[in-house]
């Protein structure tokens, strides 16, 4: 059953939970965030509050300082009001009209069902309303809350903001998600889509369609889970469809290009993956079948599964390849058409050796990912009057060092001249350099040694967040990150930890009493 607001009533800081449902009301993809604006300004003005914007849409709701903190220094709070928008294959969810439907858990997490929940910074933004409602008699500082659009397709928001819509040179960032860690740095990156051109031909007249599908990964957040390992869909999918194909060559090519080109078995079509910044899931590859290659393509696709889950069943518990008959193709290249095989061999080769995962761990910081890469999706599009299409591979680059961004993507854009395609290399954002003699860094260590007595952990996070670019737009900013434990992110299994929500505003709230005072 749905969970209803007046459920959530029992959830500690009522304030922050309410305003957290009221987000999950409102869809909120990214770059049709019009909505979810909209709310922000009715917040504002039935409370009186002074609200700016830029031309970009980023919103910022100001409060004067109260009870005594009215001459301190203007603190920024900030997160982004759009969420990365997953769901389960057999989830019917429009997210362009529906609420999410809330769950609690048997083990104290709150999720979406069958969806991504949009935690990920709906409770950051969800604080923000709430420290902009507390009442006149609370000692804050002048907040500044800024509301960014667009974050999770590109950081758009934050690259494109007003210089003059802010005056505060302190902020909080509430988009990062370990409770007892404060996050002080974090990579840069930038996306590489690679454009392949590919003929088409008549699929011969003796065989007949199938969808050999990889589904029921993990997925994850393209840079917070790319250490562990997880199963890339759209990779494992092209090696199942390599080995199926190579499967009717008799004898020799082992796995070489030349015995895809070779075999009678066809590649259709081969898709998968949608977000720059999600591992994907799911991926699927269309093959046009002799009769009298089936069983040996059966074979190798049984063949394929065992292995694929002698690698990644013990993390990939729910992964499943199949093999099955299709009507047609999911992304509209005609059923009764195949790549070339000379097509099929530059695409397979491109999509198998294009790097994903870890590429080299830091030597400064023991435990962070300095460099990876995601092979995040593939799409085609299909030009059926000149039997032509073009495949776009998109491959989402990270490190805390912007050379090696830029190396990465070098070796990608060979890669991509190599199988016969051209490379578009996005604008790369800045990473966020850790400053260890920040003064708010000093006072939120004190405050959070205070209230788990213990001293936190200070990190930096092998993710995108808009620090860096923020920093860059608003020199001489002191900034730290910090939010609620929060796990799946940019997946169906999204879910916040509820224990961890009361300390986290808690200490956010001591924070800002101690920022008043200055």
């Known amino acids: 059953m749905a969970l209803s607001k007046e459920a959530m009533k029992g959830l500690e800081p009522q304030s922050l939970w309410g305003f957290f449902y009221d987000i999950t009301q ?32 980023n919103l910022v709701i100001k409060k004067a300082g109260t009870s005594g903190g009215e001459k301190a220094p203007t603190v920024v709070i900030q997160g982004h009001i759009d969420m990365v928008c997953e769901k389960n294959q057999d989830k019917v969810h429009d997210f362009f009209n529906d609420p999410l439907s809330l769950q609690l858990t048997e083990d104290g997490w709150l999720k979406a069902d069958g969806t991504t929940l949009g935690s990920d910074n709906g409770i950051g933004v969800a604080a923000a309303l709430a420290f902009l409602d507390l009442p006149a008699t609370e000692k804050l500082p002048p907040l500044e809350c800024l509301f960014t659009v667009d974050e ?11 210089p003059s819509i802010l005056e505060g040179r302190v902020m909080l960032n509430l988009d990062t998600e370990d409770w007892g860690k404060i996050f002080i740095g974090c990579a840069g990156g930038g996306e590489s889509t690679v454009e392949l051109p590919v003929t088409l031909e008549t699929a011969p007249s003796d065989s007949l369609l199938y969808e050999l599908r990889v589904e029921g990964l993990s997925g994850g957040h393209s840079g917070i889970t790319i250490h ?31 015995a895809v080109s070779s075999s009678p078995i066809r590649l259709v079509e081969l898709t998968g993956g949608d977000k720059h910044n999600a591992i994907p899931r799911e991926a699927s590859a269309f093959l046009q079948i002799p009769a009298a290659a089936l069983p040996a393509a059966q074979a190798a696709a049984q063949a394929a599964a065992a292995a694929l889950t002698a690698e990644y069943g013990l993390l990939e518990t729910g992964m499943l390849v199949q093999l099955r008959a299709a009507s047609k193709a999911l992304a509209g290249t005609p059923s009764d058409c195949v790549l070339t095989a000379e097509a099929a061999a530059r695409v397979l080769t491109l999509v198998l050796t294009l790097p994903h995962g870890v590429v080299k761990m830091s030597h400064a910081v023991e435990g962070l990912v300095e460099t990876s890469n995601n092979v995040a999706s593939l799409r085609v599009e299909v030009d059926t009057a000149s039997s032509a299409a073009t495949y776009h591979v998109l491959t989402s680059t990270r490190s805390s060092l912007g050379p090696a961004i830029e190396a990465v993507r070098d070796n990608i854009e060979r890669l991509g001249f190599i199988c016969g395609g051209k490379v578009n290399r996005r604008a790369a954002y800045p990473g966020w350099n850790p400053n260890l003699d920040s003064k708010l860094l000093e006072l939120v260590k004190a405050e959070y040694a205070a209230l788990l007595g213990a001293a936190p952990e200070v990190n930096a996070i092998h993710a995108g967040l808009e620090c860096g670019i923020l920093g860059e737009k608003f020199p001489g900013m002191d900034m730290v990150s910090l939010g609620p434990t929060i796990r799946g992110a940019h997946t169906p299994e999204e879910r916040v930890e509820i224990s961890t929500v009361k300390p986290f505003w808690d200490l956010t709230l001591n924070v800002l009493r101690k920022l008043a005072d200055k």
């Open 26 to 57: 409102i869809p909120r993809p990214s770059k049709f965030e019009d909505k979810m604006l909209d709310y922000l300004k009715k917040f504002a003005n039935d409370r009186k509050l002074e609200w700016v914007q830029d031309d970009e849409k």
């Open 152 to 162: 999770e397709t590109g950081l758009t928001g934050a690259f494109n903001i007003s």
């Open 228 to 258: 562990e390992g997880r199963g890339n869909a759209v990779q494992l999918c092209a090696r199942a469809a390599d080995q199926v194909i190579r499967s009717a060559v008799q004898s020799g090519g082992g796995g070489s290009p030349a």
